[in-house]
């Protein structure tokens, strides 16, 4: 199936309470996981790729290149979307460009007017071409790629206004952080939450910093609107740890063990059962 954009994975997630993950990629073995863990369970899937990650992996047009043939080569049935993740105004332009189905404009950081203005025409451009857009409000806290943000509560208000501009989705500020939890975070702000939800009705509202929280939070979360999750981190420390294991149990110096497909497999498989495990909470399986 070729990549649809995210709006009726996300309609159906918002309706029958559940939500979609985003899974950032950043190779092949990242890719090929995700999509295989959504094909074999069945559920639809949003592959994330944040600016930092568009440079490494030698720009746009080739990632659309790999992910529109894995599609086919893996024979892969599911709704897929291929999302900028926190993109700049002139970010979500090349994407659109370049094939992506999904873009995010992330104008946290701009004056409330300026972001309306930027997102204003972000939305006329994605309905045009039949993408769907992701907006955000208040910064998600942490760091992710260079992109350092407070960890804000979002206003209710903002929302609204940015809501009504016609995007496909919000992101907005409820407490969550990119990247591990500190010891002392407070949590999520479920009553900010609750506020946003109230204000914005069906559309669906995204989580950032889908690592590290805990499972009755993500739960109540998508009971309150939640219908998009990102996760990053969680994967990237999956792939590290195993990595990290067949190394230094010696495996990379037994026989072949130092052949790439041999040395990243560990790792691979440990992104498609964190993939797996997030599915399973998130309510997807079986959705597509
Ligand atoms: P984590 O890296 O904390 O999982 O956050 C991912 C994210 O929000 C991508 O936008």
């Not at 709704?79 to 993740?85: E, G």
């Not at 590290?212 to 939070?217: K, N, R, T, V």
């Amino acid at each position: 199936m070729p990549l649809v954009n995210a709006k009726e994975m996300l309609t159906k997630a918002k309706a029958g309470h559940y939500a979609v993950g985003q899974f950032n990629i950043n190779n092949l073995e990242w890719t090929k996981a995700i999509l295989l863990t959504a094909q074999e369970l069945n559920s639809p899937v949003i592959l994330g790729v944040s600016e930092g990650a568009g440079k490494y992996m030698c720009g746009y047009t080739t990632i659309v290149g790999m992910v529109n043939g894995m599609l086919n080569e893996l024979n892969i049935t599911v709704p897929v979307a291929l999302h900028l993740d926190h993109g700049s105004y002139d970010g979500a332009k090349a994407c659109i460009e370049a094939g992506f189905s999904s873009v995010m404009f992330d104008g946290s950081h701009y004056a409330i007017e300026e972001n309306i203005a930027k997102t204003k025409e972000l939305v006329a451009i994605c309905e045009e071409k039949g993408l769907s857009l992701e907006a955000e409000v208040g910064s998600i806290g942490g760091e992710e790629d260079g992109v350092v943000g407070a960890g804000e509560c979002a206003d209710p208000d903002e929302c609204k206004m940015i809501a009504d501009l016609g995007v496909t989705m919000l992101a907005a500020g409820i407490g969550n952080i990119h990247g591990k939890y500190p010891e002392n975070w407070a949590g999520l702000s479920f009553d900010t939450l609750e506020a946003i939800s109230n204000k914005i009705g069906d559309m669906p509202l995204v989580l950032h910093g889908g690592t590290g929280i805990p499972e009755d939070m993500i739960k109540k979360a998508i009971s309150l609107g939640v219908s998009k999750i990102n996760v990053n981190t969680e994967c990237q420390l999956a792939f590290a740890a195993a990595t990290r294991e067949y190394v230094e149990a010696g495996k990379d110096l037994q026989g072949k063990g130092f052949d790439p497909r041999k040395l990243l497999a560990p790792g691979f498989e440990a992104i498609k059962a964190t993939v797996k495990e997030k599915m399973e909470l998130f309510g997807s399986v079986d959705k597509a």
